[in-house]
């Protein structure tokens, strides 16, 4: 698949914390389950998330998938000004490697007006992103699988 990719600077984003940029979004993505189940191990792989802003693609973060990203219901997060919330239709999610990477909850939060909207709840079913299909066929992972690329539309997201 070709892309035209769009690179934005990114700002100091925390879940909770005040911005006054108007037109900005954060990402939060939750990879802690439910008392600490599952518990998902450091790999090599790389999590690159782009996001589909007025029908076009945009990278905005890639990064090593680390367990102690996920020791905490924190979990890690992402903003970016430019744009808003709004303004976004799709987040897609794409990992590098066979080791899978558990996600419970995705956010996608409008920097101007705290708007959530909301893939998967907090729990120990979730999405789980590998180049392995396999890694899927166990309990935690939504629908008995793993792939590599995860599109999460906004029309499908509540909030």
């Known amino acids: 698949m070709t892309r035209t990719l769009t690179l934005l600077a990114p700002f100091v984003f925390a879940v909770g914390l005040s911005t ?3 037109a900005s979004f954060g990402v939060y993505i939750d990879c802690h389950g439910t008392n600490g189940v599952p518990n998902w191990t450091s790999t090599s792989n790389t999590v690159t998330t782009f996001v589909k802003v007025n029908g ?3 990278w905005i973060d890639a990064r090593p998938v680390s367990a102690s990203m ?8 992402f903003s970016y000004s430019g744009f808003s919330g709004y303004d976004v239709s799709t987040i897609e999610m794409q990992i590098s490697g066979n080791d899978a990477f558990w996600i419970d909850k995705i956010m996608l939060l409008d920097g ?3 708007h959530t909207w909301q893939w998967g709840i907090d729990n120990t079913l979730g ?3 590998s180049t392995d299909p396999s890694d ?8 008995g699988f793993a792939q590599s690329l995860s599109d999460f539309d906004k ?3 509540s909030g």
Do not use: I, P, R, V
Not at 70 to 77: A, I, K, M, Q, T
Not at 136 to 143: R, V
């Open 20 to 22: 006054t940029a108007h």
């Open 56 to 58: 076009n693609w945009t």
């Open 70 to 77: 996920c020791d905490h219901e924190n979990g890690f997060s």
């Open 112 to 114: 101007a007006t705290w």
């Open 127 to 129: 999405f789980c992103l």
């Open 136 to 143: 899927g066929k166990n309990q935690y992972c939504l629908n």
């Open 155 to 157: 029309s499908a997201a």
